[in-house]
C-alpha cells in the first residue's frame, strides 16, 4: 500500500498553518461473531484493530466545514442544522451526517467549523466499518472544536441514528466498538441497556482480516439487501407475537420457528436466534481459553449466514474454506457481508502458516491481492475514547 501521509501535513498543505492544530482518532473493527444482530438489540463481540481513521483539523471562526482526504478529494460546505444529504455515495455524507450528530450534541450554540485533513489506513468497503470510524472521528473532531466533551452514552444515542444519513439502517455495534473498545480485548457490547464489557483475547489467540477482494458497498446494491435482512428478522418476531427478540430467545426459539412458513423470515428468525446463543457461548469459550471450542462457533456463524440470512458469497465461502484447510483454527465473514473480509481466527504459532496457506490457496489467483490492503492481522487495540488515544 501506498505510505500514508501525516494527517497533521496534509493539513497544513491544504488548508495553511491555521492556529492550533488537534488530531483525533477512531479505530475500524472486526467483529468476531454475532452478526445481523446488533439492530435486533442482542450482544455481539467485536474488537476494534489498529487501523484507523485520523483527522487533523484546525477550529474555524465561521460554521465552514473544510476538509481533504487523500483518495477522495476536498469538500467544503456549510453547517447548517438542517444539512441535506449530498449525492448518494459522495464521502461528503460521512461529513454531513457528523456534522449533524455533532449539531444535535452541542445544541444551538454557535457553532464553529473546521479545517480538516482525513487519513485513513482502513481499506474502505470491506466489512472493517471504515465509515463508521469516519463518522465517530469526524463527529468527535466538531465536538471538540466546539468545546463539547460528549459521553459514549451520549454519543450512542444519536450516532448510529446519524448513519442511517447515509442510507443504511445499521445497528450500534461499530460505533460502540470503535469508541469503547479496550487495548487487548474484544468488546462484548449489549444495547438493551448500553454496556461494553470488555474481554481479554489470549495472548496466544491471533485473528487476521481476510479480504475476499469483492467489496461490499454500504451505499450501494449490498444496503437494499441488508435492509431487506433487517426487516425480515423484525417481521418474523411480529408474526410470531414476541415483544422482542429477548423475548424470543427466553422461550424455545427453534419451536416458535415451525408456526413460520419456510423462507426468509424464518430463516432470519433461526439465524438470530442461534447467533445470539453463539455470542454467549463464544464468550465462555474466550474465558476458558477454548481455542477449538470458539473456531467451532466461528464455523457455526458462517454457515447460517450463508445458509439462512444468505449474505455470504461465493468468494467468502472458499476464503473460509481455504483459511481452515491453511490450519485455522475457525473463520466467518465479518460485517454485513455481501463481499468484504472473513475473520480467520487461528493460535498465534499457526499464524505465518494460515497466512501463507491462504495466499497460496486463495489469493495466488487472484492478480488484484495486495497483502499490506487485503490480509491484515487484526490486534485488539484501544477505542477512540480510551486515555491512550487522546
Ligand atoms: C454492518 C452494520 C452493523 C451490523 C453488521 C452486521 O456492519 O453497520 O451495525 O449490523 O453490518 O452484523
Redesign the pocket.
Known sequence: MQALPDARELLARTFGAGGETWLVHAPGRV?LIG??I??HGLAVLPMAIGRRVRVAFHRRDDRTIRAASVGYGRREFAWTPDLAPAAAGDWENYLRAAARVASVLCGERDLRGVDAAVVSDLPAAAGL?SS?ALLVAFTLALLRANGRRATFEELMEVLPEGEQFVG?R?????HAASLASRAGCASLIEFEPLSVRPIPVPEDWGFLAAHSLETAEKSGGARHE?NLRRQAGATALARLGFASYRAAIAGRPEESAQSLDPGPERDSFLHVTSEAARVKQAVDAMVRQDAAGFGHLLLESHASLRDRLKVSSPALDRLVEAAMESGAAGARLT??GFGGCAVVFCRKPDMPAVRRGLIERYYRARPRFDEERHLIEAVPGPGALCPEMA
Do not use: P, R, V, W
Open positions: 467483529n452478526e445481523h446488533d439492530y466499518s463508521s443504511t445499521g445497528g450500534g455495534m461499530d441488508y460485517g454485513a
